[in-house]
């Protein structure tokens, strides 16, 4: 499985993003500077069953509940740090993990923050299953957005990047679904273009009978708004729904499917 999931990585970042083993589990994780760390699950190597099966980390879902604790606890154990999850609603609202924890309950979030100080000992993990993981870094703390359709076109990739500390310098997308296989309705696809302009939508000549949003180049100009280069966004290009074999897909599955993550966190200094 490592080997195949290396040879679906976009050649031209194998260098940024590499795969290994985390613990008994296989991640794909982002070489991220200083002490910034952030690691992307599969679905692969859990205990879930079925439609779930097996890494699914989605507490939410009609999974087995004692499974899936057991699946998020082999990545909070192998990383020796507590997990905070928020409840994603497709939102635009980001807070720091630890003030998220201190919330009871938590609220809705899609976005969090994390600083070597101020959320020593946390890991940000947030669930996905086609949307995408957005992850920037900056020279003093980092933070993950959700970037589901809406969320990105309300502007959650921005928020998230305003609600940093310092300023974003380089960013991570995460698998997700490409451009490849994201078809939308027309007034989807509008609104896309009036937002981040005509390229970000194919035209329906070229991909059949309903126009694809380019998901990834829209988030990629959210980022360029906050100064964040072209070059400093790496982007391996895994489509969640072609590679349903190592990723859940929404889309692809249905509404009875499993979530992997994109887990972030800082390393001591």
Known sequence: ???????????????????????????????????????????????????????????????????????????????????????????????????????????????????????RGLAATLLFADCVPVVLCSEVDMAVAHGGWRGILGGIVQQVGRAMIGAPAMAVIGPSIGPCCFTVGEEVARGYARRFGQEVVLDPRQAGDSPRVDLWEAVMRGLEELGVRREQVVNPRL????????????RREGPVTGRHACVAWTAAT
């Open 1 to 119: 499985m490592l080997a195949e999931l290396e040879e679906r990585i976009d050649p031209g970042v194998r260098q940024r993003v590499i795969v290994r083993h985390m613990g008994t589990i296989t991640v794909l994780e982002a070489r991220l500077p200083g002490c910034f760390r952030a690691v992307f699950t599969t679905r692969v190597g859990g205990d879930s069953k079925g439609a779930f099966s097996s890494l699914n980390l989605n507490p939410r879902s009609e999974d087995d509940p004692v499974t899936v604790a057991q699946n998020r606890a082999r990545i909070a154990d192998a990383l020796d740090r507590r997990l905070v999850s928020p409840m994603q609603v497709h939102g635009l609202r980001v807070v720091g993990a630890a003030e998220y924890l201190q919330e009871k309950p938590g609220g809705p979030c899609d976005g969090l923050t994390l600083h070597p100080e101020l959320d």
């Open 239 to 250: 489509c969640s729904v072609c590679n349903a074999d190592l990723f859940y897909s929404y």
